[in-house]
């Protein structure tokens, strides 16, 4: 049944329907707590497990009382969605078809070698494998060698999730490393690749990233602290147990997280410390086996930057001297300090510089401007440049480096919503564009029966708010279309405009797809997103209702007729809309969702915390961001008033918003509201933050959102309410 036609019609939607269950009711067990002289009350604080933290590394151990509440929101969230069920197997069905089972990416070059990975056709993890370089473009799989099955370690295991896997410059050994809990603790593993033999080191409770020494007898990684913080840098020497391991950078401050890199040019390793606004490096020479940690420029509040290497300079990508949208300079290898840096990039304002990598001779940056990406190329000798664009109301692009620095090779991806993926190598000697690769959707895909669009929401202060669209091409575009609106808006991530399949089995169903491109993101540079954060906060929220609006005034849908969906700051960006204006939306999916925002910020012994005041404020310390973040808390704005059909979906080991926060919001929701709903919750009892890690897993849970959406506006909850 097309969702434009009256449900009344449907033999599916009149026949006779059993009385809806009665949704789980939390106990409630109020605690006070009393700050800047404001009295907060939370009814729900016990489904916080005391033991939360083994409870991510052993599920089995969360107390019974919270497991028996979150497994009955669950056998309710089942029942409700059980005439939904055959839809919820034809889509992941659908999904399913548009995934090339036997997919592989495009080998990428690294000496004697070309690297990739590919899938048994059916399986849920990839292979990871090579072949020698002499052999590129043959067909079969001559020459291949399998280095890493990870279909085969996933079996008989409810989760697991390949992060890394980094093969040693003498090309011998793989490191590799998986979180088999979805509590992204992961342990870092040994191969030597020329026997197949699993070597005995074994690293634990660490980010993923591995970055092999130049000698490939130690590799450096990322240590996770008590707190499950990402704060110390180790080298792993072969051989050696990882109580051993040398400690290169041990990070005090709470408020800052630890990544490493490596330079293009492989000769340095990067030790970054940051938050969302602030950033340190520390780099180490790989090629002097005697060579010290050099700090670069001493963090600076607000100020950014990143590194590149190229010759006797390092190119380094900041924001320093007010260049909000980001510059590039440069500075010498023995003096790298600030005050050696000079201008090779200068700032434009409304250009927001967002990457940059070197290759032999040349600077190569991603940049956005108006809302679209392109690369620009740079030769240092000349000073001369070219570009990589295209000629789309809206689409994504990004580039691949590889593994190797002198080359006359670039890869790039370029995608828009209704056009697959298509990877190019392009050759920066004569601009030339050879096409690897175009994503193939198995089941079939036109792209010439749908339509990209791109218009703006003019929100409450006059700021201009990006909307892409994506709907069949014979679509009316009366107003009777439903509309599925995705937004996030938070810490600077912009949403890519690319292709995606899964929301095409909404499209075919006559649904409009849009994107809001909201304040908090970059979306159109940097002051976007400083438009959005912190005491600018709610006008993330307005421009998505702006947005939602924009699109019924365009005659793409009405007012309810749009399902609105978020995930993490996004789910938080889904609950203050539906504080704000419920009536607007059919329905909320709510994915992962920071809800309960003022409690968790409130708190530092979370260890995610700390790091989070620069985004959201310090509520603890001042009491203007506490009024600020208390005026818009999901959790602590829900109101006596109808809310729409809302489905809440969580993971029991998520260590960033940790599973009590849709719980909570669930609870208070149903005690609170005054009609509409019904208010589902599903939690994944078996993943984190990311759900289901294998690739087709993880479509039923994307089907059970998208089943969610579609009967929402279509034939309805029929009063399924928690106010009956």
Request: one cysteine or more; aromatic letters at 8%; hydrophobic letters at 40%.
């Amino acid at each position: 049944m097309r969702l434009d036609q009256d449900p009344r019609s449907s033999n599916t939607a009149a026949r006779r329907r059993k009385p809806a269950p009665l949704p789980p009711q939390a106990a409630i067990r109020t605690t006070e707590t009393v700050v800047h002289g404001v009295t907060l009350r939370d009814d729900y604080g016990w489904l916080r497990a005391a033991n939360w933290k083994d409870v991510l590394r052993e599920p089995d151990v969360l107390p019974a009382d919270i497991r028996g509440y979150l497994e009955a929101e669950n056998a309710y969230c089942k029942a409700l969605m059980a005439p939904t069920r055959a839809l919820q197997k034809d889509l992941v069905k659908e999904m399913r078809g548009r995934i090339k089972e036997d997919d592989s990416s495009v080998p990428q070059p690294d000496g004697p070698f070309l690297y990739y990975s590919r899938y048994r056709k059916g399986a849920e993890h990839p292979l990871i494998c090579r072949k020698p370089r002499n052999m590129a473009g043959k067909s079969g799989r001559a020459g291949e060698q399998i280095m890493l099955d990870a279909d085969a370690l996933a079996a008989d295991k409810d989760f697991f999730d390949l992060s890394d896997a980094a093969h040693s410059p003498d090309h011998r050994l793989l490191a590799w490393s998986a979180d088999e809990a979805g509590s992204e603790l992961h342990t870092i593993h040994l191969k030597d690749l020329e026997s197949g033999n699993d070597l005995p080191d074994l690293v634990r409770d660490t980010t993923g990233e591995i970055i092999w020494a130049s000698d490939a007898r130690s590799f450096f990684y990322v240590a996770l602290d008590d707190d499950h913080r990402p704060s110390r840098v180790k080298r792993h020497r072969l051989g050696t147990p990882a109580e051993a391991d040398e400690l290169l950078h041990d990070e005090a401050d709470a408020g800052m997280f630890v990544d490493i890199d490596k330079t293009q040019s492989g000769r340095f390793l990067l030790i970054t410390i940051g938050d969302h606004e602030t950033s340190e490096t520390r780099i180490l020479d790989l090629d002097r086996a005697e060579a010290q940690l050099v700090l670069v420029a001493e963090r600076e509040p607000g100020r950014q930057y990143s590194l590149e290497h190229h010759g006797n300079v390092f190119a380094i990508l900041t924001n320093a001297e007010g260049a909000e949208d980001f510059k590039i300079v440069t500075a010498p290898l023995d003096a790298p300090d600030p005050a050696n840096w000079r201008d090779l990039i200068v700032h434009k304002r409304g250009r927001l510089i967002l990457d940059h990598v070197c290759l032999k001779g040349r600077l190569i940056r991603l940049e956005r401007e108006d809302g679209l990406p392109r690369i620009v190329i740079r030769d240092l000798a000349t000073g001369s440049e070219s570009s990589i664009a295209f000629d789309e109301e809206a689409y994504g692009l990004g580039m691949d480096a590889g593994y190797e620095f002198d080359t006359n090779t670039l890869r790039f991806i370029y995608a828009s919503m209704a056009r697959p993926a298509e990877t190019y190598d392009y050759d920066l000697a004569t601009g030339a564009r050879t096409l690897l690769k175009r994503q193939e959707v198995p089941s079939g895909h036109d792209p010439a029966g749908y339509q990209v669009r791109r218009i703006f929401a003019t929100a409450s202060d006059g700021a201009r708010v990006p909307i892409s669209i994506l709907h069949r091409a014979d679509l009316a575009l009366d107003g009777s279309a439903p509309c599925l609106l995705y937004g996030y808006g938070s810490y600077g991530s912009a949403m890519s405009a690319s292709f995606r399949t899964r929301p095409l089995s909404l499209v075919d169903r006559g649904f409009v797809y849009a994107i809001a491109h909201v304040r908090g993101g970059t979306d159109k540079g940097w002051g976007w997103y400083l438009d959005g954060k912190r005491g600018n906060k709610h006008n993330t929220f307005t421009d998505f209702i702006a947005a939602a609006g924009a699109l019924t005034e365009a005659g793409f849908t009405r007012r309810g007729r749009i399902v609105a969906e978020g995930g993490s700051a996004g789910g938080m960006l889904m609950g203050a809309v539906a504080n704000m204006a419920p009536e607007l939306f059919a329905g909320i999916v709510a994915e992962v969702p920071f809800v309960d925002v003022l409690n968790t910020i409130l708190d530092d012994t979370l260890p995610l915390t700390p790091p989070e005041w620069p985004e959201w404020g310090d509520p603890i310390r001042d009491a203007k961001a506490f009024e600020t973040i208390r005026s818009y808390s999901p959790y602590d704005n829900v109101t006596a008033q109808a809310y729409p059909p809302i489905l809440a979906m969580g993971g029991l080991t998520d260590p960033r918003v940790t599973y009590w926060e849709p719980a909570k919001w669930v609870a208070r929701l149903r005690a609170t509201m005054t009609g509409g709903g019904p208010v589902l919750l599903h939690t994944n009892m078996e993943a984190g933050h990311a759900g289901s890690a294998g690739r087709f897993d993880s479509l039923k849970e994307t089907a059970l959102a998208y089943a969610f959406a579609i009967h929402t506006v279509g034939e309805g909850w029929d009063g399924a309410g928690s106010t009956d």
